[in-house]
């Protein structure tokens, strides 16, 4: 009668290798969930991932290309250096009457875009109206665009940040979108020519606008 056979020792026994995971085809659900069992995927998964994905895609594309032509929609597109600025006579925001861009000819201009919604208006507001005295006894002329705001609240912020020069009313948004405006704050730095020698886009420090209003006394 056979006995058990003993292991032999130092002699190693080889363990049966792992089988590799089955490859995936065109065919297979990525998408698949954990089912109980018996019961089968709905078909069609990866084909809805694949939907999803397209649509988010395409709604990308559209919001480039509306922020594309908003750029571009304006009389002086996104690159207006060297171009002569837009003539405007609008009503003041705190004065009677109203002022024209052509009054102020001969004269450097910092035309800023603001509104009292907006929020980097605020950080900029003390920024301006410090430094706008300072640079007036020197000529240059500051002046605000008040534009798509409520009139009572554009001038509670005039008041709240201590602006004392002028502002003009943009009710439509009109002028901003002749400037190529595309959020605010904006602002222009304008010589005496009437020229549009600098524009800066957001909210800007006191170093900056120094050196562009310097740029505009030249």
């Known amino acids: 009668m056979a006995g058990t056979q003993e292991p032999v020792e130092g002699l190693a026994i080889a363990e049966p290798e792992p089988s590799p995971p089955p490859e995936l085809t065109a065919d297979d659900d990525l998408f698949r969930q954990d089912l109980p069992e018996g019961q089968e995927p709905a078909s069609g998964g990866r084909g809805r991932g694949i939907a999803i994905g397209v ?17 571009g929609a304006g ?3 996104q690159d207006p250096f060297g171009l002569e600025a837009p003539g405007f006579e609008l009503p003041l925001l705190r004065n009677e009457g109203s002022l024209a861009l052509s009054d102020l000819r001969g004269k450097p201009v910092v035309l800023n875009f603001w509104a009292s919604w907006c929020g980097p208006c605020k950080d900029e507001a003390p920024i301006l109206a410090a430094a706008a005295p300072r640079w007036e006894q020197q000529g240059v002329v ?29 009710d439509d948004g009109s002028l901003a979108a002749e400037y190529g405006v595309f959020g605010f704050p904006e602002t222009f730095f304008i010589d005496a020519d009437g020229v549009i ?15 562009y209003v310097a740029s505009i006394l030249d």
């Not at 990308?60 to 594309?68: D, I, S």
């Not at 020698?197 to 050196?211: C, E, F, M, N, S």
Request: aromatic residues 8%; negative net charge.
């Open 55 to 71: 649509v988010v895609l395409g709604l990308a594309l559209a919001m480039v290309w509306v922020a594309m032509a908003a750029r």
């Open 75 to 77: 009389g002086l597109g």
């Open 142 to 170: 500051f002046l605000g665009v008040d534009s798509q705001d409520k009139e009572a609240d554009a001038i509670a912020f005039e008041e709240r940040y201590g602006i004392l020069y002028d502002s003009v009313v943009d």
């Open 197 to 211: 020698r600098a524009k800066h886009v957001g909210p800007i420090d006191a170093q900056t606008l120094d050196t």
